[in-house]
């Protein structure tokens, strides 16, 4: 006759290693973390900007009497997850942040952006958003008058993401040596988006007057004269400089990642490399619309699904009745018409 066993605690198997704790999500709350601005990413790292107070440079601010801040390059924490991280973001850091050579610091947060320039794949069918850069509050939009020649349909794409993120555009028209640049104004005087025009060995004093005391962040095609611009406004920079194929028209990339750069004046230029497109599958019309305050309250009369480029707007009412300038609803018109497609072509 068998005899019934009688369980205790100490039956009970614990496998080596692993506690009984219950999982938690609390995270870590890193009060000791430092703050910087990152200024280059590069396959993973990411070079940070800290001052040895564990403040990041504030915006024009030649800190006065405060140490010399350092260059730290640091890896993306795992709690993080997929969040992407940019050139212009204000991160928080811990870790060894001596900036010595061969340490690495890990970035636990990504501080709260005031402003993020997007863009989509190049695929329309992919309207999935990539951060381009962040905190900036200008969009300088580099185009050349010739050599290569402008593409006001690129122009067009750029606007339309300035507008999205939030940020004001600036036109700087290069090359003003080679050809005028009086036709290509009045092509965007409509829009009253603001320009400067340089020429070759030229003055810059119009350009660095936009640019103190800001985070700007400068894009355009490859050969329009960006790198040289950046080497002409940051003497130590020292980015390469590609000439224009004859045979295409077109320059070789030679920015090949972003990089924030300071400027002697105050404030910050953030180079991106060359670009041949730009995808807007992101960008809805409403948000193309917000930037015409003088046409968008017509747009509540216009048809159901009106997408306010054929017969039947209301837009074109508006202007035929005289309260609104034609080249203002052109603009619009060819503002919503580059938002279809990736291509620059014009």
Request: neutral net charge.
């Amino acid at each position: 006759m068998s005899r019934r066993r009688h369980y205790d605690e100490d039956d009970v198997k614990v496998r080596p290693g692993k506690g009984s704790r219950p999982r938690t999500r609390i995270r870590p709350a890193h009060k000791g973390a430092v703050a910087g601005f990152v200024v280059a990413v590069d396959r993973g790292r990411y070079t940070c900007l800290v001052g040895h107070d564990g403040a990041a440079p504030a915006d024009g601010d030649r800190r006065a009497g405060r140490p010399e801040p350092v260059l730290v390059v640091a890896m993306k924490a795992r709690e993080l997850g997929r969040k992407g991280i940019v050139v212009g973001d204000r991160v928080a850091l811990v870790g060894d942040v001596s900036g010595q050579p061969d340490t690495l610091a890990r970035v636990v947060r990504v501080e709260e952006r005031r402003s993020v320039l997007l863009r989509s794949a190049d695929d329309t069918e992919d309207g999935v958003e990539r951060p381009v850069v962040a905190n900036a509050d200008q969009l300088v939009i580099v185009t050349a008058l010739a050599d290569p020649l402008p593409r006001p349909r690129m122009i067009d794409r750029l606007l339309v993401a300035a507008f999205d993120a939030d940020i004001e555009p600036l036109l700087c028209l290069t090359k003003a040596d080679l050809a005028p640049a009086d036709d290509l104004v009045s092509h965007y005087e409509p829009l009253g988006v603001p320009y400067v025009v340089v020429a070759k060995g030229g003055p810059l004093d119009a350009l660095r007057e936009r640019l103190t005391d800001r985070i700007s962040v400068l894009v355009g095609h490859s050969g329009v004269g960006k790198s040289t611009l950046v080497n002409a406004l940051v003497p130590h920079a020292r980015r390469a400089v590609s000439h224009v194929n004859a045979v295409t028209g077109r320059g070789r990339h030679t920015s090949t990642s972003a990089v924030a750069l300071e400027l002697p004046e105050g404030g910050w230029i953030i180079d991106t490399p060359g670009v041949r497109g730009f995808g807007l599958a992101h960008v809805s019309v409403e948000t193309v619309l917000a930037s015409f305050p003088d046409l968008i309250e017509t747009t509540v009369d216009c048809p159901k699904g009106c997408t306010h480029l054929g017969d039947d707007c209301a837009l074109d009412r508006l202007v035929a009745e005289g309260h609104a300038e034609p080249a203002r609803l052109e603009s619009l018109r060819r503002l919503l018409t580059s938002r279809e497609g990736t291509s620059d072509d014009d």
